[in-house]
């Protein structure tokens, strides 16, 4: 298929700034991202923002951050898919949630894997994102 006639269509995925914000070293332009590339990242963004960190709009985030320092439990597991699925639900138009799995990957570290399978919402394609989510964030602690 033509290259540029595959551009067209996913155009109504989007694009915008890349995140973290970088600028090109050549030109000092602002770095975009474009489509599905742009979709994760909104994803990553939306995992990582707490609520209110954001002054106008308050409701933008996860809200994963409340989940720190928590016993992994099976009920922490569906707190964090339902706080997951409300999140983009909310912030990320462009996606339909089909499922979030939570898995305890790695519980002495505090490793939280969160896979979402997704579907864009104009063209029902089906995809997925892994999100790493450390319960014990920012701690150094050893047994």
Known sequence: ????????????????WSFPVTFSAENNQLQLTKYETNINEMINLIMQTTFGERPFT????????????????????????????????????????????????????????VTIDYMYNQTNTRHNYVYPFYIKEGTNLQR
């Open 1 to 16: 298929m033509d290259n540029n006639l595959t551009n067209i269509q996913k155009e109504f995925l989007g694009s915008g």
């Open 58 to 113: 308050p409701q933008f985030g996860s809200g994963l951050q409340t989940f720190f320092f928590k016993e992994m439990r099976p009920t922490l597991q569906g707190e964090i898919r339902e706080a997951v699925k409300t999140s983009l639900l909310n912030n990320e138009p462009r996606i339909k949630v089909i499922a979030v799995e939570v898995a305890f990957a790695d519980l002495q570290n505090g490793l939280v894997e």
